[in-house]
Structure formats: structure tokens, C-alpha cells
């Protein structure tokens, strides 16, 4: 085969992935089937992450540490809601892809609008939590006086217009489970090209709109996410998908609810456990002073935008292995979760060493202080250390929920983050008195080791026999 006729096949491929016209990956070649789901999924996955390096982008220009730093407490924070969106997230694509995988659509479409169900409850309750309690969170946090009075508007925001996190997560799982990426990407594409338009607009003012200052980047999200929402809802409503909703399938069952909350439980938990030990070292990087606090928020947000398209692939793993369980192709399943595994470790290896010559050219593009900067540089590389196990790790965890199997990653994630990772933390920072690098160690040590460990549990094979 020519060089001309591989390139051409290549791009029909990709655009193949990109319009998701295809949506069942029980059979054919595995390769081919990582490569469809893939593909929209780090678009989704980079979409997701584009929120917050624009947000840092336009903040960074008012030139105000406390700014950013509101931003950083804020997210920390709003990593709770990402593990609980995540985890019904996980629970939804786990039960669509198994239902899917065994031709039963209409059981999919009654899990979907369940998990739907669960969302809105979760985002109302948490909402009220927002509008009460912003100021002490900051406060709890860590955040001045001085930072709290100025900027806990963005935090007001943030929280109470999660339900917009809460569905993109949601609905976007369902199309992920039943095996239509690309209209994911879609929704989250619609709603950063919004974020980037109104990011400046609110923040800086435009015509009769004032300069809402940090508080502009959380309207903005919110807007553009809500309008990515409605996006989701007309598909679910009108779209030619697999997953469709109808009066005929919306009714409230509560022991579905039950179950897809049993396995909910397990994939929050694991979410809620790396969210809180991000909280906690958040809480010990406070110790550090503010601009060593602001450089951490910049190169987490690099580290993010790097990491979620490596979630897109764990994600395509996690559909994958549902799909084929279903199916009743377990060794296809396991097969596909180690070639994803492979192509994950060969991109982060390929970050790893941007983060290493690039380091600080990309950190000058979010500030020129010389302080943050410098934490910025020495988090990047010393977290990126950690990328080749991290790379393994994350599609084995992300297979084990696309299996039901949600109780052997929280277990992992509690020694790995608490048992080990916090107090590791500590120890090297503050009382080896290594400063912010201790910190940055510890992460990319207690990646990797729990990497290890799910591997050799993976290996046992005992997921192949869940039941959901």
C-alpha cells in the first residue's frame, strides 16, 4: 500500500470518527474501534480542558495573584461536583454500553433518562450550598480576607450554575455509552466557542456590558455550558442516535435509580477521594505563599488540558469494554483495554517531554512573574515524571467502571490518595522543608504506584465476571 493511499485512508478514518457514524464495537478490528471512539473523545476531552486554560488565559490579564488564585480555590472545590458528575457519569455509560452491547435500546434510553434524573437532584442541592456558603468555602479554603471580599462572586457563580457541569457530564456519558462520541464533542465544541467569545467580554466589559472582573469568567462558562446543555437535550429529544427520549421511557423507576446509584457510588467515591486529596494539597500549597499558590493553578491547568485527552482515551476504553461485556466478548474486551492502554502511554510520553523542553514558554503564555513561574516550571516537570504509569493507569481504572466493577479503583484511589499521597505530601514539604516540590513529588509518585497496583488487579480478571 502506498504512502498516498495510507494517508488517504487515514483521513477518511478521521472524518469517519469525527461525523460518528458508526456506534457498535463488538466486532471488527480493535484498533479501528479505539480509533473512532477516540478520537471525539480527546476533542471532548481537550473541549473540556479549554474551559479552564481560557479562564486562567483572560484572568492572568488583570495581573491579580488574588484572581487566580480564587480560580485555583474555586476549581479545588468545584472538583467535588466533577466527581460527582463524574461518577454518575461513569455509572450511565457503564449501564447505556452494557444495554447497547446487548441490542436492548430501549433498556438504555430508561437508564439514561434516570441518570438525567439524579443529576438535576444532585445540582439543585448543591446550588442552595453555592448561594449560602461561597464566602466560607474560600474561607475554609484558606483565601484572605483581602481575596474573599474581591472575587468570591466567581465562586457564587461557579457553584450555583453547576447543574451545568452536572448535565454536560451526564448526557455526554450516555452518547459515550452508546457508542456516539462524536455528538459529545459537539456539545462541549458549542459551548467553549461561547466561553471564548464572552470570556473577555464579561470580564473586561463590552459596550453596555461593565467589567465583572474573575466573577466575567464564571457568567461566561456558565452561558456557554448552558447553551452546550441545550444542545444535549434537543439531540436527546429530536437526534437520529441510538439513545432517544420519550414520554414512553422517562417514567421514574426507582429501583433503576438504585442500581445505577449502587454503581454510581463506587466510580464517585474514587472521583471524591482524588478531588479531596487535590483540596488537601491545595490547602498545604497555601502555606507557600500566594504567588507559589497561583503558579500551582496555572500548571494544574496546563496538566489538565494535557490529561483529559488521555481521559478521552480511557473513556473509549470504558465503552469498549461495556459494549463487548455485553456482547459476551470478554477477551475482546480485555484486548481492547491494553492496546488503548499502549497508545495512551506513547501520547503522555510525548507530553512528558514537551513539559520538560517547553516548560516555560508555555507557562509565559499565562504569566511573566518570576515566582509563579518558577513553581509553575518545577510542577509541570516533576508531575509529568509520573505520566508513562499514570498513562496505564487511568484506562485501567476507566475499564474497571465500564465493567460495573466501581468498588476496585475507589479502593485503589483511598490508599493511594489518602493513606499515602496527603500525608506523603506533608512530609516532604513541610517537614523535609522541600517546599512546593515536595508536593509536586508525591503526586507523581503515588500515580504511578497506584498505576501498578491496577494492573496487577486488572490482570486477575475478575471484572469479566460483573454483573449489571
Request: proline share 3%; aromatic share 12%.
Amino acid at each position: 500500500m502506498s504512502v498516498s493511499t495510507k494517508v488517504n485512508s487515514f483521513i477518511k478514518l478521521f472524518k469517519k470518527a469525527i461525523k460518528g457514524e458508526e456506534q457498535e464495537y463488538t466486532s471488527g478490528s480493535i484498533d479501528r474501534a479505539i480509533f473512532l471512539l477516540s478520537v471525539p473523545m480527546i476533542f471532548e476531552m481537550s473541549m473540556e480542558a479549554i474551559f479552564a486554560i481560557v479562564d486562567v488565559y483572560f484572568v492572568g490579564r488583570l495581573h491579580d495573584n488574588d484572581a487566580i488564585s480564587v480560580i485555583g480555590l474555586t476549581e479545588s472545590v468545584l472538583a467535588l461536583i466533577y466527581s460527582l458528575a463524574m461518577g454518575l457519569s461513569m455509572a450511565a455509560t457503564a449501564m447505556v454500553a452494557r444495554r447497547v452491547g446487548e441490542k436492548s435500546y430501549e433498556a438504555a434510553e430508561t437508564a439514561a433518562a434516570q441518570a438525567i434524573y439524579i443529576g438535576i437532584t444532585m445540582a439543585a442541592v448543591i446550588s442552595v450550598v453555592g448561594v449560602l456558603f461561597s464566602e466560607d468555602i474560600l474561607r475554609l479554603m484558606g483565601g484572605s480576607e483581602q481575596l474573599i471580599a474581591a472575587n468570591s462572586g466567581y465562586t457564587k457563580w461557579m457553584l450555583t450554575g453547576n447543574i451545568t457541569i452536572m448535565m454536560l457530564f451526564i448526557i455526554n456519558a450516555v452518547f459515550r455509552g452508546a457508542g456516539d462520541a462524536s455528538l459529545a464533542m459537539r456539545s462541549l465544541l458549542l459551548a467553549n466557542v461561547l466561553n471564548i467569545i464572552l470570556d473577555p467580554v464579561f470580564i473586561f466589559g463590552f459596550g453596555p456590558i461593565p467589567a465583572f472582573g474573575v466573577e466575567g469568567a464564571a457568567i461566561a462558562t456558565n452561558i456557554g455550558r448552558g447553551t452546550g446543555v441545550l444542545y444535549q437535550v434537543y439531540h436527546l429529544a429530536k437526534g437520529k442516535g441510538v439513545i432517544k427520549l420519550h414520554p414512553q421511557n422517562m417514567a421514574v423507576q426507582f429501583p433503576l435509580i438504585g442500581k445505577l446509584l449502587k454503581i454510581a457510588a463506587g466510580s464517585t467515591g474514587q472521583f471524591l477521594i482524588g478531588s479531596a486529596s487535590w483540596i488537601f494539597l491545595m490547602r498545604i500549597m497555601s502555606d507557600f505563599g500566594t504567588a507559589a499558590q497561583a503558579g500551582y493553578t496555572i500548571a494544574i491547568r496546563v496538566i489538565v488540558f494535557a490529561i483529559l485527552p488521555a481521559w478521552g482515551m480511557a473513556n473509549a476504553s470504558a465503552t469498549l469494554v461495556g459494549q463487548n461485556l455485553g456482547a459476551g466478548h470478554p477477551d475482546r474486551a480485555e484486548k481492547s483495554v491494553w492496546r488503548a492502554a499502549f497508545f495512551n502511554m506513547l501520547f503522555l510520553a510525548l507530553i512528558t517531554v514537551t513539559f520538560f523542553s517547553l516548560a516555560e514558554p508555555i507557562l509565559l503564555f499565562f504569566t511573566t512573574d518570576e515566582v509563579v513561574l518558577r513553581n509553575g516550571i518545577q510542577c509541570l516537570q516533576v508531575v509529568s515524571l509520573g505520566y508513562i504509569f499514570y498513562a496505564y493507569g487511568m484506562v485501567i481504572n476507566q475499564s474497571f467502571n465500564g465493567a460495573g466493577d466501581t468498588r476496585t479503583p475507589t479502593i485503589i484511589s483511598f490508599f493511594g490518595f489518602w493513606i499515602f499521597q496527603i500525608p506523603f505530601a506533608y512530609l516532604l514539604a513541610s517537614w523535609l522543608n522541600t517546599g512546593p516540590v515536595g508536593v509536586y513529588a508525591a503526586i507523581a509518585i503515588a500515580e504511578s504506584l497506584m498505576a501498578v497496583v491496577g494492573i496487577l488487579i486488572f490482570r486477575q480478571g475478575k471484572w469479566k465476571t460483573v454483573k449489571i
